[in-house]
């Protein structure tokens, strides 16, 4: 009698330990709609408390909370996580990262991607399936996400709404069909009482493409110069408010702020000072193409095979064109090229 009852005391402590093993998920949960490029999200250890141990491919990672945030994924994310606590190491959490973005588009009509607290944004949401039946969200870094109802009239597909207004520090946006089978980009907009903020698209800069940093000054007070700063070392300090890169490329990536010196207006008194803004991560993205609905990159390799076979059939026309014309040969002149799949 005595020995069964240490079984079923084994057992309940075996369950207890079992139910006690931290476990990796994801806030916002947007795992079944596909993560994308520029996607904000969390990695959260359930059942855990700080101090965590993080591991990102079996690699050990600096973090240490509970939460696990990626500011702008993209597919260097893609691979398996664990944490571990008390001893305790969750199963492999796989996560891959869509290099591309969603067909359907969400931006900013009006407001910028950091605003004062309390400011709000107007949002542009655009299908051109149509929007029947679509919602937005919203996650403000804490609570679970929220639902933001349109009210949609048939056959529209572009849509204009205002959010409440921005009191958290980070809020994301994105939107949603009627079965959640496909979804938008994310818009995410971060909040600041500082009177100098860093502004830059919101999504992920296309190699190749153009890209212009904004140093947002506002107060009475007039500012001397502005300086931008590229993972904390100064890169222009000039009177423009604009740092404009020509043909963004990998080497683009890094964390960015900036800073304003400020001469007191008169009659007040006082030397000039400085300011800093907070830092924004700056991603940039593979070249994409248009592929089922969606932006997809595709290698450079077929874009050159497609430019050679369309050369070899001009060629390949312009000789039969001249022996047709040599011989005098009558009737209809082709060239069938066979494509390869």
């Not at 990626?70 to 990262?97: M, W």
């Not at 969603?102 to 107007?122: D, E, F, K, Y």
């Not at 190749?208 to 590229?230: A, P």
Request: with cysteine.
């Amino acid at each position: 009698m005595r020995g069964g009852k240490h079984l079923l005391l084994l057992a309940v402590l075996v369950v207890s330990a079992r139910c006690q093993q931290p476990k990796v998920s994801v806030t916002p949960n947007i795992t079944h709609l596909g993560i994308y490029s520029g996607d904000l999200f969390y990695l959260r250890c359930e059942s855990c408390s700080s101090p965590v141990r993080w591991y990102f491919n079996d690699g050990a990672q600096a973090e240490t909370s509970e939460r696990y945030k990626i500011t702008v994924a993209h597919p260097g994310h893609s691979g398996f996580y664990q944490c571990e606590c008390k001893g305790q190491k969750s199963e492999r959490f796989d996560l891959s990262v869509r290099g591309y973005l969603p067909h359907a588009s969400l931006t900013i009509a009006t407001g910028q991607p950091v605003m004062q607290t309390g400011g709000s944004v107007i949002l542009h949401l655009e299908n051109e399936g149509g929007l029947q039946g679509w919602n937005c969200w919203v996650y403000r870094g804490k609570d679970n996400s929220k639902k933001i109802g349109l009210r949609l009239k048939d056959n529209e597909s572009t849509f204009v709404f205002q959010p409440n207004k921005l009191e958290a520090p980070e809020t994301t946006f994105w939107c949603t069909d009627r079965n959640q089978n496909n979804r938008s980009n994310q818009v995410t907009v971060r909040t600041s009482g500082k009177r100098v903020s860093l502004q830059t698209c919101p999504l992920p800069p296309v190699a190749g493409d153009n890209l212009t940093l904004r140093c947002f000054v506002c107060g009475k007070d007039e500012f001397i110069n502005i300086t931008f700063y590229q993972n904390n070392t100064a890169i222009e300090e000039s009177s423009s408010v604009t740092y404009n890169f020509s043909h963004v490329t990998e080497l683009v990536e890094g964390s960015y702020k900036c800073s304003a010196k400020f001469m007191h207006k008169a009659p007040t008194v006082g030397s000039p000072y400085e300011e800093f803004s907070d830092e924004q991560y700056v991603f940039v993205q593979v070249t994409p193409v248009k592929a089922n609905g969606s932006f997809k990159y595709e290698p450079p390799v077929v874009a050159v095979v497609i430019a050679l076979v369309i050369v070899l059939g001009i060629l390949s026309a312009a000789v039969v064109v001249y022996c047709y014309r040599k011989n005098n040969v009558t009737g209809p002149v082709y060239v069938e090229l066979a494509l390869g799949s």
